[in-house]
């Protein structure tokens, strides 16, 4: 589903060179779940952009379901994004002036899909929210509007899921929640997930867990299922 060859990202400022990423190379399969961890400045947010489309390497390639993003310009990427990929970020991204059903509409009503609303109501009685589809974002907890983000990167059907600290700014027992759906929508429809987090807990919940550090991964491992049954069973 993702395949990613000797990626390498500098920043330039003035005459200064920041490189944020170094030859990084990986591939995730379909279906399966990752987790992305490093400390602070280590390049997880660079990559999951990367990855996703939003900005292109200095150097190296990224292929999203066999499609190469570098040879593609911008118009084209934000096509196969459409198509592709969902994203959902730390601080949540809502459109303030939208309530929670025309947020999650936004994707669905730019492809054209005149069931936008019927499927947006149904993502977010999905995630819980079936009494709030015409709150505004200001009116609704943290969790909440996280998983209103969740029900719009989940409205395309993506392949794809990015999910940049999806629980870094929630109370642990709504992160679980939020958490909860991640794991819950990957078994129902199969989508790839990697997920950026400083939360070990998260991270040995996927089946792998890829380690970065100054721009490198350093580690690359599975997550054994008696790992996680252990700590949730
Ligand atoms: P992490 O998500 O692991 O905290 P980031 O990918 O956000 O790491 O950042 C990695 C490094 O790249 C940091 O030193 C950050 O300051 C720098 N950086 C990120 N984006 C930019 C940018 N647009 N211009 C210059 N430097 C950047």
Request: aromatic share 4%; net charge neutral; with cysteine.
């Amino acid at each position: 589903m993702l395949q990613v060859a000797h990626l390498t990202k500098t920043y330039r400022s003035g005459t200064r060179t920041l490189t944020v990423l170094q030859d990084v190379s990986f591939s995730v399969a379909e279906g399966e779940i990752c987790a992305v961890v490093g400390p602070s400045g280590s390049g997880k947010t660079t990559l999951l952009g990367l990855c996703a489309g939003l900005d292109l390497p200095t150097a190296g390639k990224v292929w999203l379901d066999g499609q190469d993003l570098t040879v593609l310009d911008e118009d084209a990427r934000a096509a196969l994004r459409n198509r592709l990929v969902g994203f959902v970020f730390q601080t949540f991204q809502l459109l303030p002036t939208l309530t929670a059903l025309e947020n999650v509409m936004v994707p669905a009503e730019l492809r054209g899909d005149r069931t936008a609303r019927r499927r947006a109501i149904e993502l977010l009685e999905r995630v819980g929210l079936g009494d709030r589809l015409h709150h505004y974002p200001r009116q609704l907890s943290g969790g909440e509007q996280q998983r209103v983000a969740l029900a719009r990167a989940f409205i395309n059907r993506p392949r794809i899921l990015f999910a940049d600290e999806p629980t870094g700014n929630l109370d642990a027992e709504t992160g679980a929640v939020v958490e909860d759906l991640l794991f819950e929508l990957n078994a129902t429809a199969g989508t790839t997930l990697v997920i950026v987090t400083h939360n070990l807990e998260l991270a040995r919940r996927t089946g792998r867990i890829l380690h970065l550090r100054a721009g490198r991964i350093v580690a690359d491992e599975p997550v054994h299922a008696t790992t996680s049954a252990t700590r949730h069973g």
